[in-house]
């Protein structure tokens, strides 16, 4: 790992969502950017990571289509070949 890049945090479901959720906070200003410790606001931002938000929970709620089942699946194995080759 990169020299001062930390470690990651365990990846769940649960950890994404508040991801989302805190970047919704910097960009509204909410909070300091934990980056530069400054505040900010960016309500394009914001809106974008809320309007991910809402989009996971109506798939959530909904389920995905066929062809959004078939693009997340290969998109995800296109990206886990390319990393496997490059690590």
Partial sequence: MPEGCGIPPEVSFSTFI???ASSAFVHLGE???P???????NEEL???SIDVLTMLDEKIRNGLTPEESRLFRDVLYELRMKFVVRS
């Fill in 18 to 20: 508040l991801s989302l």
């Fill in 35 to 41: 980056e530069t410790g400054k505040i900010c606001r």
């Fill in 46 to 48: 914001a809106r974008n």
């Fill in 31 to 33: 909070v300091p950017d």
